[in-house]
Each structure stands twice: as structure tokens, then as C-alpha cells.
């Protein structure tokens, strides 16, 4: 890996520390030329003929979002966001009142929130799997009360926005696989740091974000579709143009791929982008990628445990979310005192993770999450502010 490079592609890299990758990570020069070439194009020529015009480009996000995850481009489909990929999905599964949904203690606060506005609408069921000792699912548990409830819908968030914790969506996915129960994995900060399989892991539907881990720009998203899911027939409850076509006056053909969840209008210039985005990754490698963030947060774990800092993520498996606790401090006077000293971080309130932090004991912790393009030396930097803190 060329860090000398990469950092020179990633302009942000000469004025700030930026650890703040599991919200919104720098861009790379690459991305940013492509979409405002493209934003230049529809100035002068029209949204609609540059789109047909640079189309063979534009679709080359399918095949890259494919190679990261290891299916096929057919599979693939482009969203606005991580939780629009989510609710899409989700808007394909037809609930009726007492329907169960397995959802992890860890599941993002966005997905909670949607299935209790479901609860609400229909009357589902919602029921918790326990977590282990070591703070992951508990398989054990998963298997059991899905003989038990029979679940529509098993819902896992690969890697929680509050926590490094790590989830075995491989495991759960051949778990799932026993029975019929759709397995919907939120991917959202776990795509572009550590490897995703999709067809390994067995999941009908996988949601993610292009603005973190993958460095594309915000308001783009992806959403992986399983075949099973598409010959099932499952399409999302709003369908427009763009995934189906209008036969009869009360009829309507979905289109057969994972382009039936798109709607007609969406930014092509952020399309761009994210294919360029992915392009960059691919390039890199997803393993180098996590090799290189496996060694960045040993060494910040390494230096915050050395003085003295409560860590917070559990779990057998962690990556780069790196969560802790600050006494008699508040998260605006830390957030104040990295950025007078320019470095980028995040903090995360209990509102965003209940139980979790319920069961932790805090109210609110520190987020920090290096990624590949970031240096030793960073690192080593912030250690020496949080010593100062």
C-alpha cells in the first residue's frame, strides 16, 4: 500500500487529523474530479442526455459494488443512503399483525426506530437475541428462538455505529439458512474496512453507505439483493418507474434485477462518484485494507489502554470504531478540545445505543475510527491530546 500516494490523493490529509471515518471519511481527489466533471457536463450539455451519454461509465458502479461484495452486478442496486437501502429492503417483506423480527441488542438506532414504527403499523413482534459473555450474538440463542417464533425477518447490524464490536454474519447467515426467515444485514460501517461476502454470508438483502468507510460522497448508498429475494418476487413497497414497468391499466412488471428497489430520479453525479469510490478501493484491496486498520488500532488501543482509558468495545472480532469513556468532561467540551487542536472525532450519546450503553454504564462515549489512509504518527497524536484530556 502507497500511503505516501493515498495521502496525496487525500487532500484533507495536509490540514486535519481525521478520525472521524465511521461518520464521513475524506474523499479521494478521484472522487471529488469525477463528480464535479460530471455536475460540469450536465451544465453544459443536460442532465438527461449526459446521463445517456456517459451511461456505460455510470454503470460501471454495479460491477465494482459487485466485486466488493463478491456477486453478481444484477444483484446490486443504488440508493441514496444506508438507511434508504435499509427501508427499501424492509418495505419488501410483508408483515402482518404477529409477525416476529429477531434483531440483535446492537442492531443501528435508525433500524430500531423503524421497527418499532412497524410494531406500531402492523403489530409485529419484536424480540432480542442475547448477547454472549465476550458482547457478540449469542448463536446459540439465535437458533433457539428462531424454532421458537418462527421470525419473518432475523435483522443483524454487522458492525454497530457505537461499538467495534464485529458481528459473525457468516455464522447467522448459515443459521438462517435452516430455516424460512429472511436475513436483512445492515453493512453500513462495516463495507470498505473489512471484507463483506455476500453470497457467503447467505443474506437476502445488504444495506450500506458510499460516506464512510467506502470515502464516497455523502447521499449515496448501495443495496445488495439476493436471487432468492428477486425469484421470490420481492420488490419495495413504493416501486416507481425505474424498477417496474407499466403494462395495463392496473398492472405493472418488475424490472428482474436488484434495479427494481432504484427510483427513476437520482443523482448521477454522485453515481460517478461512488463507482469511482469503489474503483479506488478495489484497487487497494479490501484485505490490504483491513490489514493495515488492524494495525493502526492496535496501536491506538495500545496507547489509550496505557493511560489508563476505559475501552468499551466487545467482542471476539474489532475494527476500526474505537469507543471510550471521559470522566467529568461533556461531549461538547471534547468535541471543542480536538477540534481547537484539529483533529477530527465523533461522540456518540446513549440515545443512539440504549442498551448497549445501559449495560456499559455510560451516558455517552468518545468514537474514534482511523482508517487506512491515516499514519502512525496520527495515531501517536492523539494519544498525547487524550493524555492531555
Not at 8 to 16: F, H, L, Q, R, Y
Not at 30 to 44: M, Q, R, S
Not at 76 to 91: C, G, P, V
Not at 145 to 167: D, F
Request: proline content about 3%; hydrophobic content about 40%; overall charge neutral.
Amino acid at each position: 500500500m502507497n500511503i505516501i500516494k493515498i495521502r496525496k490523493d487525500t487532500v484533507g490529509c495536509e490540514s486535519i487529523v481525521h478520525f472521524n471515518n465511521a461518520g464521513s471519511a475524506l474523499m479521494p481527489r478521484p472522487v471529488v474530479e469525477a463528480i464535479t466533471k460530471y455536475l460540469t457536463d450536465e451544465e453544459l450539455g443536460g442532465g438527461y442526455e449526459v446521463a445517456e451519454k456517459r451511461w456505460t461509465e455510470l454503470s460501471k458502479f454495479y460491477d465494482h459494488a459487485a466485486q466488493l461484495l463478491k456477486c453478481n452486478s444484477r444483484n446490486i442496486a443504488y440508493t441514496t443512503n444506508a438507511t434508504d437501502s435499509y427501508n427499501r429492503a424492509l418495505s419488501a417483506v410483508h408483515f402482518k399483525d404477529g409477525d416476529v423480527v429477531l434483531v440483535t441488542e446492537n442492531d443501528y438506532p435508525s433500524n430500531f426506530i423503524a421497527f418499532i414504527s412497524l410494531q406500531k403499523r402492523f403489530g409485529i413482534n419484536i424480540v432480542r437475541v442475547k448477547n454472549t459473555s465476550a458482547g457478540e450474538i449469542d448463536l446459540d440463542d439465535l437458533e433457539r428462538k428462531i424454532k421458537q417464533h418462527a421470525p419473518r425477518l432475523v435483522s443483524v447490524t454487522h458492525v454497530p455505529t457505537s461499538s467495534g464490536l464485529v458481528q459473525p454474519i457468516n455464522h447467522i447467515g448459515k443459521i438462517v439458512a435452516k430455516y424460512d426467515s429472511l436475513f436483512l444485514v445492515d453493512a453500513c460501517q462495516s463495507l470498505g474496512q473489512i471484507p463483506v461476502d455476500a453470497i457467503r454470508c447467505g443474506a437476502d438483502f445488504i444495506s450500506g453507505t458510499l460516506r464512510k468507510f467506502l470515502r464516497g460522497p455523502r447521499g449515496a448508498g448501495i443495496l445488495y439483493v439476493s436471487d432468492k429475494a428477486l425469484a421470490a418476487g420481492l420488490e419495495p413497497l413504493f416501486i416507481d418507474l425505474r424498477g417496474a414497468q407499466w403494462i395495463a391499466e392496473n398492472e405493472y412488471r418488475p424490472r428482474p434485477d436488484a434495479k427494481r428497489f432504484e427510483d427513476w430520479e437520482t443523482s448521477y453525479a454522485l453515481m460517478m462518484g461512488s463507482q469511482r469510490a469503489l474503483e479506488y478501493l478495489l484497487s487497494i484491496g479490501i484485505e490490504n485494507v483491513e490489514q493495515r486498520n488492524e494495525e493502526l488500532n492496535s496501536r491506538l488501543r495500545e496507547g489509550l489502554s496505557q493511560l489508563g482509558k476505559r475501552l468499551l468495545d466487545k467482542g471476539k472480532n474489532q475494527c476500526s470504531i474505537i469507543t471510550f469513556s471521559v470522566d467529568g468532561r461533556t461531549e461538547t467540551e471534547v468535541r471543542n478540545f480536538f477540534k481547537e487542536k484539529r483533529i477530527n472525532i465523533y461522540t456518540i450519546s446513549k440515545s443512539s445505543a440504549i442498551m448497549d450503553f445501559l449495560e456499559k454504564g455510560v451516558e455517552w462515549v468518545v468514537r474514534v475510527s482511523p482508517h487506512y489512509y491515516n499514519t502512525e504518527n496520527e495515531i501517536d497524536q492523539f494519544v498525547e491530546a487524550a493524555k492531555q484530556l
